[in-house]
């Protein structure tokens, strides 16, 4: 069972598109179930995401934890965002069926994904950052809990 803003993210989804000359754009997909995530992020000078853009190819918990990753992460800093997980995606969502976590893994991936691709164009470290997984069904189960 879904809970109610799952389902409005699903039915009602925030941020959808794409972001022209995005500064960061991140792609994670999980070979598994076929979910396909790609999020994009406008960064301003001072490190601070003023706008964030999703298209997901999945199932309705991929595209409600892609809109929420969205909101979670607008207005924030990099390292703000840096910080957000897997976990705090389903806690605003208020859960996830345990079948569905991977969606939310997705998310915490496809940011740091994006923040990879801004650095890299850039030539910035970002403290606290390692290369994503292009593929999280590899490592899922031993991440999700």
């Known amino acids: 069972m879904y809970s109610e ?15 022209d000359n995005a500064s960061g754009v991140g ?12 999020i994009y992020l406008d960064i301003d000078e001072k ?3 003023n706008a964030c853009k999703f ?6 918990a991929a595209v ?3 809109s929420m990753a969205t909101e979670l992460v ?20 208020d859960g996830l069926p345990p079948v569905k976590v991977h969606c939310s893994l997705l998310a915490e991936e ?7 691709d801004y650095a890299e164009k850039n030539g ?5 950052l390692e290369k994503p997984k292009t593929d999280i069904s590899e490592t899922e189960e031993e991440e999700v809990y």
Do not use: Y
Request: hydrophobic share 45%; with cysteine.
């Open 74 to 93: 607008k207005g924030k800093t990099i390292q703000d965002a840096l910080q957000i997980t897997n976990k705090a995606v389903m806690e605003a969502l």
């Open 47 to 49: 490190g601070i995401i």
């Open 55 to 60: 298209k997901t190819f999945g199932c309705g």
């Open 124 to 128: 910035i470290v970002i403290e606290g």
């Open 110 to 116: 496809a940011i740091h994904a994006a923040l990879w």
């Open 27 to 38: 792609t994670v997909g999980n070979a598994k179930c076929g979910d396909i995530m790609r």
């Open 5 to 19: 803003k799952v389902m409005d993210h699903f039915t009602n989804p925030r941020n959808v598109g794409e972001i």
């Open 64 to 66: 409600a934890t892609s």
